[in-house]
């Protein structure tokens, strides 16, 4: 599975952002797909996933702000990323989940897209 994201760039604080990860190769109709962040001096931390059923998860520091939207048809995610914040400032990174129902049998990573948030 090869993962594609891009989308990231600068953006001043209060302004959007849309990220976009598009996965290739043997790609499973069962996949937890979702964006993690990592900022300078930070560990990874998930930023929000959605299931093949359109179920969603967010971390508690955008809801409200990102909203993760997927297109089973074409295989890809994205990320809407509104009302920025300095502190969103991150390389943002594409994973998805093959599962079989009952566990996860891969996880895969894009490359990342670095996302910065002027003040």
């Known amino acids: 599975v090869q993962l594609q994201a891009s989308g990231g760039g600068l953006v001043h604080t209060g302004g959007s952002l849309r990220l976009s990860c598009a996965a290739s190769g043997s790609i499973s109709s069962f996949a937890v797909m979702g964006w993690f962040r990592q900022a300078p001096g930070k560990q990874r931390e998930l930023v929000a996933d959605?299931?093949?059923?359109?179920?969603?998860n967010y971390a508690e520091s955008v809801k409200g702000r990102f909203t993760i939207s997927r297109d089973n048809a074409k295989n890809t995610i994205y990320l809407q990323m509104n009302s920025a914040k300095p502190e969103d400032t991150a390389v943002y990174y594409c994973n998805y989940r093959p599962h079989s129902g009952t566990s996860y049998y891969g996880d895969y990573w894009g490359q990342g897209t670095l996302v910065t948030v002027s003040s």
């Open positions: 959605i299931t093949s059923g359109g179920t969603t």
